[in-house]
Nanobody
């Protein structure tokens, strides 16, 4: 059973930074791409960033390009989301996600989700 556990959320002032972590267990982490999503109150869950299995291919939502960086450490079974220049509109619950199928390209479908970690950015 694949398990994803996020950490690193919290309260930060606008312009500040946070780094989220997601540790995976239950299968060979390095064979799978990973993604981050977020859901603000009253809104749908939105894509934030994705990374392929080797960490040399990434993709970002336009709203976070240039501010957020996704990375991974396969030796630690962990994917990270470094968030800089945070804005109030980045306030949301952030979720780590993984696909069921392995592959070299970025995931197109996600089947496993973490429990989420709250990020609150004050003005």
């Amino acid at each position: 059973q694949v398990q994803l556990v996020e950490s690193g959320g919290g309260l930060v002032q606008a312009g500040g930074s946070l780094r989220l972590s997601c540790t995976a267990s239950g299968r060979t982490f390095s064979s799978y791409g990973m993604g981050w999503f977020r859901q603000a109150p009253g809104k749908e869950r939105d894509f934030v960033a994705a990374i392929n299995w080797r960490g040399d291919n990434t993709n970002y939502a336009d709203s976070v390009k240039g501010r957020f960086t996704i990375s991974r450490d396969n030796a630690k079974n962990t994917v990270y989301l470094q968030m800089n220049s945070l804005k109030a509109e980045d306030t949301a619950v952030y979720y780590c996600a993984a696909p069921r199928n392995s592959g070299s390209s970025l995931p197109k479908k996600y089947d496993y989700w973490g429990q989420g970690t709250q990020v609150t950015v004050s003005r």
